[in-house]
């Protein structure tokens, strides 16, 4: 004997159907967010940032250390010209003299030289830090980017969650409302066949998209009201109103 339910409570399988669709639409919705807003993408554009951040620090580093070696060197070269200034001052030797103003001119030369290299590096140091001031620009902007992201993220899984927890409860509502064993055979044909219910209108099945052979509409229109049948394409509970074309 097969199974037998009002035609009322056959059409709130329809209700029970339209609410599963909505919760698969927002699980599938929720799932999807990461991607749907390209956290990963931004991730991964930080991450790149990042490592070519840490290759210009590096860079800037050495030439740091660099310039600091060439002052050094300047300040030596200054060093032994003040010593050497200081010695042809005292001196009363002509030979000296001669001596030191040529060493002197020699150093003057190398400072000269020293304080063009001083100037490169100078110049090379402003670059790199022009360069390493964009990259931290340019991360604060992505990372920014993905803060937003993650707040949009944020929003929407809990706008989501309540839209769950509406549907969730509204389908509890009408399934504690339905007898027992017509939600076992919607819940039993929904798990194989992925919809438990379909609408017959016009004598289309809601769930195929399928119109029914004259001989189907013919069967249908002998079963009894409260006689539970099911759609010969989907395997769903087919459901019969008065838009069924009957």
Same mark, same amino acid.
């Given at each position: 004997?097969?199974?037998?339910?009002?035609?009322?409570? &056959?059409?709130?399988?329809?209700?029970?159907?339209?609410?599963?669709?909505?919760?698969? @639409?927002?699980?599938?919705?929720?799932?999807?967010?990461?991607?749907?807003?390209?956290?990963?993408? =931004?991730?991964?554009a930080?991450? $790149?940032?990042?490592?070519? @951040?840490?290759?210009?620090?590096?860079?800037? /580093? *050495?030439?740091?250390?660099?310039?600091? @070696?060439?002052?050094?060197?300047?300040?030596?070269?200054?060093?032994?010209?003040? &010593?050497? +200034? &200081?010695?042809?001052?005292?001196? +009363?030797?002509?030979?000296?003299?001669?001596? =030191?103003?040529?060493?002197l001119?020699?150093?003057?030369?190398?400072?000269?030289?020293? $304080?063009?290299?001083?100037?490169?590096?100078? /110049?090379? =140091?402003?670059?790199?830090?022009?360069?390493?001031?964009?990259?931290?620009?340019?991360?604060?902007t992505?990372?920014?980017?993905?803060?937003?992201?993650?707040?949009?993220?944020? #929003? @929407? *899984? /809990?706008?989501?969650?309540?839209?769950?927890?509406?549907?969730?409860?509204?389908?509890?509502?009408?399934?504690?409302?339905?007898?027992?064993?017509?939600?076992?055979?919607?819940?039993? &044909?929904?798990?194989r066949?992925?919809?438990?219910? +379909?609408?017959? #209108?016009?004598?289309?099945?809601?769930?195929?998209?399928?119109?029914?052979?004259?001989s189907?509409?013919?069967?249908?229109?002998q079963?009894?009201?409260?006689?539970?049948?099911?759609?010969?394409?989907?395997?769903?509970?087919?459901? #019969?109103?008065?838009? +069924?074309?009957?």
């Amino acid at each position: 004997m097969g199974l037998s339910a009002s035609p009322e409570d &056959q059409a709130k399988l329809l209700d029970v159907a339209d609410t599963d669709l909505a919760l698969a @639409r927002a699980h599938t919705t929720l799932k999807g967010l990461a991607v749907a807003l390209h956290l990963d993408t =931004l991730d991964a554009a930080i991450d $790149e940032i990042k490592g070519r @951040r840490h290759d210009a620090f590096i860079e800037l /580093e *050495s030439i740091r250390s660099e310039l600091a @070696r060439a002052e050094s060197d300047v300040s030596l070269v200054d060093a032994r010209i003040a &010593q050497d +200034s &200081q010695r042809l001052e005292h001196t +009363s030797s002509a030979k000296d003299a001669l001596g =030191l103003e040529h060493e002197l001119e020699s150093l003057r030369t190398r400072r000269s030289n020293l $304080e063009d290299i001083e100037l490169a590096i100078m /110049e090379k =140091l402003e670059a790199a830090e022009a360069g390493l001031a964009g990259i931290d620009a340019e991360l604060a902007t992505a990372e920014a980017a993905l803060l937003e992201a993650r707040d949009e993220e944020a #929003r @929407r *899984s /809990e706008a989501l969650h309540s839209e769950i927890r509406v549907h969730s409860d509204a389908r509890a509502a009408l399934i504690a409302s339905l007898p027992l064993d017509l939600v076992e055979l919607y819940e039993r &044909q929904r798990e194989r066949y992925g919809v438990g219910a +379909s609408h017959l #209108r016009f004598g289309v099945s809601g769930a195929s998209g399928v119109k029914l052979t004259e001989s189907d509409i013919h069967n249908i229109r002998q079963t009894p009201a409260d006689a539970v049948i099911l759609c010969p394409d989907s395997n769903a509970i087919l459901v #019969r109103t008065a838009e +069924s074309g009957l």
